[in-house]
């Protein structure tokens, strides 16, 4: 348990990487194609992909709210920004290798598919939570560790459900670093709502009511359900779910008894 802020940087910061060098130079791409690829996985792995690289624009949301002008968390997102974007790279690269060609552009076109809208309401984001001021950092840091939860979470049920040893590799690799990107979200959430009940009342409120899958708002609607449905499929998937994302977002204080983040999956999954 840390005890400041502080504390959960200099843990972050003593996480070695899990995507080294020497782990970069072991992965077999050569052997992608002697493993099938259910072709079912490809959206899936091309939302992944699309979400990784899209983490640069949450992180310039954030660098213009009071959130973004903490020195810890700025620190953190630096690191952090970069890890998702190589997440996105890897992901892209398994795609071509397991013969789905993307185009060199890929990034930018999945940029330039963000709907207006989404533009648009980012724009005023910043406005609405300065308003709230540092008490609004709470609701970035729990929003931030459910996304980061759902993606871990999302990596262990693809590599499960698709069973291909060399996508397999590398998602365990990711999703260790996305354990520790849940962690560092967990740990200053849990900080900050214990400092003040406002805060956790705010938080509370902001995700009960607002929170969507990681994804969704930038990637359209039916594209977000389909890679939920496809990984948290059924009783057994949302029971999965459950209990690796909404029971650990609820032992944060105010949190108890909050299930909008499995009632929001189960109503896609079942
Ligand atoms: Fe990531
Ligand atoms: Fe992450």
Same mark, same amino acid.
């Given at each position: 348990?840390?005890?400041?802020?502080?504390?959960?940087l200099?843990?972050?910061?003593?996480?070695?990487?899990? +995507?080294? /060098?020497?782990?970069?130079?072991s992965?077999?791409?050569?052997?992608?194609r002697?493993?099938?690829?259910?072709?079912?996985?490809?959206?899936?792995?091309?939302?992944?992909?699309?979400?990784?690289?899209?983490?640069?624009?949450?992180?310039?949301?954030?660098?213009?709210?009071p959130?973004? /002008?903490?020195?810890?968390?700025? /620190?953190?997102?630096?690191?952090?920004?970069?890890?998702?974007?190589? @997440?996105?790279?890897?992901?892209?690269?398994?795609?071509?290798?397991?013969g789905?060609?993307?185009? $060199? *552009?890929?990034? !930018?076109?999945? /940029?330039?598919? +963000?709907?207006f809208?989404?533009?648009?309401?980012?724009?005023?984001?910043?406005?609405?939570?300065? *308003?709230?001021g #540092?008490?609004?950092?709470?609701?970035?840091?729990?929003?931030?560790? +459910?996304?980061?939860?759902?993606?871990?979470?999302?990596?262990?049920?693809?590599?499960?459900?698709?069973?291909?040893?060399?996508? $397999?590799?590398?998602?365990r690799?990711?999703?260790? $670093?996305?354990?520790?990107?849940? @962690?560092?979200?967990?740990?200053?959430?849990?900080?900050?709502?214990? !400092?003040?009940?406002?805060t956790?009342?705010?938080?509370?409120?902001?995700?009960? #009511?607002?929170?969507?899958?990681?994804?969704?708002?930038? #990637?359209?609607?039916?594209?977000t359900?389909?890679?939920?449905?496809?990984?948290f #499929?059924?009783?057994?998937g949302?029971?999965f779910f459950?209990?690796?994302?909404?029971?650990?977002?609820?032992?944060?204080?105010?949190?108890?008894?909050?299930?909008?983040?499995?009632?929001?999956?189960?109503?896609?999954?079942?």
């Amino acid at each position: 348990m840390f005890e400041t802020e502080s504390d959960v940087l200099e843990w972050y910061e003593n996480q070695p990487r899990a +995507i080294s /060098k020497e782990f970069l130079d072991s992965i077999p791409w050569d052997e992608v194609r002697d493993h099938p690829l259910n072709p079912a996985f490809q959206p899936v792995l091309v939302y992944m992909r699309d979400v990784e690289s899209f983490t640069e624009i949450y992180y310039e949301e954030l660098l213009r709210t009071p959130t973004g /002008k903490n020195p810890v968390i700025r /620190k953190f997102m630096d690191r952090w920004s970069g890890e998702e974007n190589q @997440h996105g790279d890897l992901l892209n690269r398994f795609l071509n290798e397991a013969g789905y060609p993307t185009s $060199e *552009c890929w990034m !930018q076109e999945a /940029k330039a598919a +963000i709907p207006f809208r989404y533009t648009f309401e980012n724009r005023l984001y910043p406005l609405i939570t300065n *308003c709230f001021g #540092k008490s609004f950092s709470g609701a970035h840091m729990v929003w931030g560790a +459910i996304n980061e939860m759902t993606t871990l979470q999302g990596y262990r049920r693809l590599w499960t459900l698709a069973d291909h040893p060399v996508l $397999e590799k590398l998602l365990r690799a990711i999703a260790q $670093e996305e354990a520790i990107h849940s @962690h560092f979200y967990w740990s200053i959430a849990r900080l900050k709502l214990e !400092q003040s009940g406002f805060t956790r009342n705010l938080s509370r409120f902001i995700i009960g #009511k607002f929170w969507t899958p990681v994804g969704q708002g930038t #990637k359209p609607q039916q594209e977000t359900d389909y890679v939920i449905s496809t990984l948290f #499929k059924g009783e057994e998937g949302v029971e999965f779910f459950d209990r690796n994302v909404n029971q650990r977002l609820e032992q944060l204080p105010g949190f108890d008894g909050l299930g909008r983040v499995t009632q929001r999956i189960a109503r896609i999954a079942l």
